[in-house]
């Protein structure tokens, strides 16, 4: 018995002490019991006016749109509506040119837009706005009708020059096409399917296009593309800058329908510039006279003229007796590459320069001949009548 209360005694005496020992060292937790988590009442979140990427900082309403409403204002001005139509025409042909009607002979004439080129009363429009007119009329956007003539025009590229009487109209300030580039913005302004001073906005799509809209070998084809929505009876009339320039000419859209589906094509307003002032001066384009065929270089070209580390330029494939290039001594199978230190990609380019080119002027051309870099000074005659 004695035994027994010894070895109870010492495992009371050890439990109480282990039981010391743990309370000691344990740490002391402060904190309040946990609470039971209540849902936060549901308020109204505002939705996001524009979804944007996660690597930007940027939120809201972009600022850095272009204020169209400014070039609007400056462009409407200077837009014309024309009526252009051979004169004595029966009052049913004459109803008949502003018809839709299909399997019905076409008549001479119609509708188109222009600009006011200057405050002397000179208009810019297309060539086959007013080609074979007799009687051609205008209408400013303050709606007053003006008896047009026919200054002159230019097939090949698709221009011509009227003039109204008067004095003080408005006109716009000519941008410098050859700094256009694309993404920015512009606005077609003219008169589409009969709809007066209709402004419509997109952006520059590409530059020097040739959709093989002229006749002949020597027109002049370097559109200024965009997507700004241009339709019939907008032919002649201005594409401008967002900040109020004349840009180029719109002239043609690429369709299906015959309505506008995404593509518009304008002449640019460096070429408009050149051809307009001459045949102000002068009465008709005095175009310079190169004297070469050309192409732009393919793939075939690369293989067969043996080029190295070259996938663009123009190659001559003939030359005319007597011309420019001949007798300043460019050579068949010559690969021009750089005129006047302007890159030239393809034939567009090519054209448009030789286009604005003045008689007497000089074109230093740069050329890849057997292979090798070749400069040729070019004195431009003018072209044979």
């Excluded at 169209?68 to 252009?84: E, F, N, Q, W, Y």
């Excluded at 020097?208 to 002949?216: A, E, K, M, Y």
């Excluded at 005319?320 to 590459?337: F, H, Y």
Aim: proline letters at 7%; aromatic letters at 6%; a neutral charge.
């Amino acid at each position: 018995m004695r035994q027994f209360l010894l070895l109870f005694t010492a495992a009371l005496i050890g439990g109480i002490l282990a039981a010391t020992l743990v309370l000691f060292f344990a740490p002391v937790n402060s904190s309040p019991a946990p609470q039971p988590v209540r849902p936060a009442p549901a308020t109204a979140q505002p939705v996001p006016a524009y979804f944007t990427s996660t690597t930007d900082n940027f939120s809201g309403v972009p600022d850095n749109l272009p204020d169209l409403k400014t070039a609007a204002r400056r462009a409407t001005p200077s837009a014309v509506h024309i009526t252009a139509r051979p004169k004595n025409l029966p009052i049913e042909r004459v109803k008949r040119l502003f018809s839709e009607r299909e399997n019905e002979p076409p008549v001479a004439g119609g509708e188109g837009s222009g600009v006011i080129y200057n405050a002397a009363g000179y208009i810019v429009t297309n060539a086959h706005v007013v080609s074979g007119a007799g009687e051609i009329l205008v209408r400013t956007a303050n709606r007053r009708t003006y008896q047009a003539t026919l200054v002159g025009q230019d097939p090949k590229s698709d221009l011509a020059v009227l003039k109204i009487a008067g004095d003080k109209f408005p006109y716009l300030p000519i941008a410098d096409s050859d700094l256009a580039e694309p993404g920015q913005w512009v606005l077609a302004v003219g008169n589409p399917l009969g709809l007066t001073s209709t402004v419509t906005a997109g952006i520059v799509s590409a530059k020097s296009r040739n959709i093989s809209l002229l006749r002949g070998l020597d027109a002049i084809e370097s559109f200024i593309q965009t997507d700004a929505a241009v339709n019939p009876g907008n032919s002649g009339g201005p594409l401008v800058t967002a900040d109020g320039k004349l840009l180029g000419i719109n002239t043609a859209i690429a369709s299906r329908t015959g309505r506008f589906q995404g593509y518009s094509f304008a002449i640019p307003s460096n070429l408009v510039k050149r051809v307009a002032d001459d045949i102000i001066e002068f009465g008709s384009y005095r175009r310079a006279f190169l004297g070469i065929d050309i192409s732009t270089l393919t793939d075939r070209d690369i293989r067969r003229l043996q080029l190295r580390n070259r996938t663009e330029g123009v190659v001559v494939d003939g030359l005319v007796e007597g011309g420019s290039a001949e007798t300043a001594g460019l050579l068949i199978d010559d690969v021009i590459i750089n005129v006047n230190k302007r890159v030239i990609r393809d034939l567009p380019e090519l054209t448009e320069i030789i286009g604005r080119a003045k008689v007497g002027e000089t074109l230093n051309i740069a050329v890849i001949r057997n292979g090798s870099p070749v400069e040729v000074i070019v004195p431009l005659l003018r072209q044979p009548e």
